[in-house]
C-alpha cells in the first residue's frame, strides 16, 4: 500500500498550489482519504477528507472556502486546490486513509499515510 504525496512548493500570500495524492496497492473504494498537515512546532491536524465512494467532503475551520478536495477515481487520485494561501498555512502536508471519517480525525488511528509534501507561503 502507497500513497505518494505531491505538488507543494513556495509560494507567496494569496497565491494558490494544488496537492495531489496517488493511492496504489489496494483498493480504497470504501476508505475516506485525509489531508493533513504540521508545521514546526506543531501537532498533525485535520485538513481536509473526502469519502472515496460518495466524494462527501469535510474541512478544518480555518481552511473552509479557500481550500477543495476532490478525487479522481479513474486515477486512483486524491487532490487539494488550496487559493487564497496564508502564511499561517506553512506546513508539510500529509495524505492519509482511514475507514472512516472518525478514524480520519483521530489522526493517531490512520492506518495509511504518505510521505510529506511542503508548502512554505511567504507573506
Known amino acids: 500500500v502507497q500513497l505518494q504525496a505531491s505538488g507543494g512548493g513556495l509560494v507567496q500570500a494569496g497565491d494558490s498550489l494544488r496537492l495531489s495524492c496517488a493511492a496504489s496497492g489496494r483498493t480504497f473504494s470504501n476508505y475516506v482519504m485525509g489531508w493533513f498537515r504540521q508545521a514546526p512546532g506543531k501537532e498533525r491536524e485535520f485538513v481536509s477528507a473526502?469519502?472515496?465512494?460518495?466524494?462527501?467532503?469535510y474541512y478544518a475551520d480555518s481552511v473552509k472556502g479557500r481550500f477543495t478536495i476532490s478525487r479522481d477515481n479513474a486515477k486512483n487520485t486524491v487532490y487539494l486546490q488550496m487559493d487564497n494561501l496564508k502564511a499561517d498555512d506553512t506546513a508539510v502536508y500529509y495524505c492519509?486513509?482511514?475507514?472512516?471519517?472518525?478514524?480520519?480525525?483521530?489522526?493517531?488511528?490512520?492506518?495509511?499515510w504518505g510521505q510529506g509534501t511542503q508548502v512554505t507561503v511567504s507573506s
Open positions: 492519509g486513509a482511514g475507514e472512516s471519517i472518525a478514524v480520519i480525525r483521530s489522526t493517531g488511528m490512520i492506518p495509511y
Open positions: 473526502i469519502t472515496w465512494s460518495l466524494g462527501r467532503q
